[in-house]
């Protein structure tokens, strides 16, 4: 998905933010993409690129999924509607997800964490929720070392071609 800034700097489509952290401290088994209700405000600030979700999470509320502690600033554009930075957000998913999600959360060790934050080719913002199991921190260990002899294996590779 292309990213495409206007003469404001907004994101008319593309990534708005993202839970690097997320695929370290999580083994991510499975994905699922939600929509989220959202302000106008909100939705500005959003497409400036402005939000976090280093220490957001998903869980139910009244038989409803919700994003806790994302924080969304305040848009800065003269709006005067104002609204809570760490406001619980609901997300807009069918029952039989909401009921999916649900019980792999029930099994132990199971969380349900916002991947990103970006916007489809339509303009509407969806949330990648990813479901996973927490990693210990030799299995975080092992997974960077992993990723390291991969990327050194490719430039060996890539220096014998030449």
Same mark, same amino acid.
């Given at each position: 998905?292309?990213?495409?800034?206007?003469?404001?700097?907004?994101?008319?489509?593309?990534?708005?933010?993202?839970?690097?952290?997320?695929?370290?401290?999580?083994?991510?088994?499975?994905?699922?993409?939600?929509?989220?209700? /959202? $302000?106008?405000?909100?939705?500005? =600030? +959003?497409?400036?690129?402005? #939000?976090?979700?280093?220490?957001?999470?998903?869980?139910?509320?009244?038989?409803?999924?919700?994003?806790?502690?994302?924080?969304?600033?305040?848009?800065?554009?003269?709006?005067?509607?104002?609204?809570?930075?760490?406001?619980?957000?609901?997300?807009? /998913? $069918?029952?039989?997800?909401?009921? =999916? +999600?649900?019980?792999?959360? #029930?099994?132990?060790?199971?969380?349900?964490?916002?991947?990103?934050?970006?916007?489809?080719?339509?303009?509407?913002?969806?949330?990648?929720?990813?479901?996973?199991?927490?990693?210990?921190?030799?299995?975080?260990?092992?997974?960077?070392?992993?990723?390291?002899?991969?990327?050194?294996?490719?430039? +060996?590779?890539?220096?014998?071609?030449?």
């Amino acid at each position: 998905m292309a990213e495409t800034k206007s003469k404001k700097g907004l994101i008319s489509h593309g990534m708005a933010a993202q839970n690097r952290k997320a695929r370290y401290d999580y083994t991510i088994k499975e994905t699922v993409e939600a929509g989220i209700v /959202l $302000k106008g405000p909100e939705v500005k =600030s +959003l497409r400036l690129g402005r #939000a976090t979700l280093t220490e957001a999470w998903a869980g139910e509320r009244d038989g409803e999924m919700f994003l806790f502690n994302v924080y969304i600033p305040e848009y800065q554009g003269g709006v005067l509607s104002r609204f809570e930075p760490r406001a619980p957000r609901k997300l807009l /998913l $069918k029952k039989k997800q909401i009921d =999916s +999600l649900l019980g792999q959360i #029930a099994r132990q060790g199971n969380s349900v964490v916002p991947l990103d934050i970006h916007f489809n080719d339509e303009g509407r913002a969806k949330v990648l929720l990813g479901v996973g199991e927490g990693r210990k921190k030799s299995d975080k260990r092992h997974a960077v070392a992993a990723r390291d002899w991969a990327r050194d294996k490719a430039r +060996l590779m890539s220096s014998r071609r030449q």
